[in-house]
């Protein structure tokens, strides 16, 4: 089955750049799409496209993909920020809906 | 504004059925394919099922295939999951999703989400 990979933990002090990768054999083919998701909350989607920032999003939030990896990106992270972020694609079909396992990212 | 809305979930023995609900509201709900996609205690998120717009296409994610059935009502802007047999593993907080298909029209992404139903597994 197909799966995206993540790192568990990634965590940078109050404004600097946090960098979340995540890699899967589809993503040269298929778009990459980000959700933060708080504790205790539902997953919002804060990329989409690989690097499309719904409405409603800070611009410090940008996404980018480059052969088998995607990228988000928190520019100047601050600390509600926190959370945990997931990748989602499909697989090369279209057909197989996948997120990766998650990372927990910590801004202190 | 769109609003995604389950209901249904509790605690069940091993076994044992439930059927979710989720309420829609704020878009022409039978113009977009829709999902449940869960979360069980500390863990990630997970797909279960999706069905198209006029209900015709159904798909299932290996686990729960034989066991669970989505289904909708576009009359009453609703969607369901029918679970049977339930298993500990089943354990989770299920979510109701709005699928958006890309630009390419080769791919579909959640865009909105509800705020989620536990469902409990449990002797």
């Known amino acids: 089955s197909y799966e995206l990979t993540q790192p568990p933990s990634v965590s940078v002090s109050p404004g600097q750049t946090a960098r979340i990768t995540c890699s899967g054999d589809a993503l040269p083919k298929k778009y990459a799409y980000w959700y933060q998701q708080k504790s205790g909350q539902a997953p919002v989607l804060v990329i989409y496209e690989d690097r499309k920032g719904p409405s409603g999003i800070p611009e410090r939030f940008s996404g980018s993909s480059s052969g088998t990896m995607a990228t988000l990106t928190i520019s100047g992270a601050q600390v509600e920020d926190e959370a945990d972020y997931y990748c989602y694609s499909t697989d090369s079909s279209g057909n197989h809906r996948v997120f990766g396992g998650g990372t927990k990212l910590t801004v202190l | 504004e769109v609003q995604l809305v389950e209901s249904g979930g509790g605690l069940v023995q091993p076994g044992g059925s439930l059927r979710l609900s989720c309420a829609a509201s704020g878009f022409t709900f039978s113009s977009y394919w829709m999902s449940w996609v869960r979360q069980a205690p500390g863990k990630g998120l997970e797909w279960v099922a999706n069905i198209k717009q006029d209900g015709s296409e159904k798909y299932y994610v290996d686990s729960v295939k034989g066991r669970f059935t989505i289904s909708r009502d576009n009359a009453k802007n609703s969607l369901y999951l029918q679970m049977n047999s339930l298993r500990a593993e089943d354990t989770a907080v299920y979510y109701c999703?709005?699928?958006?298909?890309?630009?390419?029209?080769?791919?579909?992404?959640?865009?909105?989400w509800g705020q989620g139903t536990l469902v409990t597994v449990s002797s």
């Open positions: 999703a709005r699928e958006r298909i890309a630009v390419t029209g080769a791919q579909n992404y959640f865009d909105s």
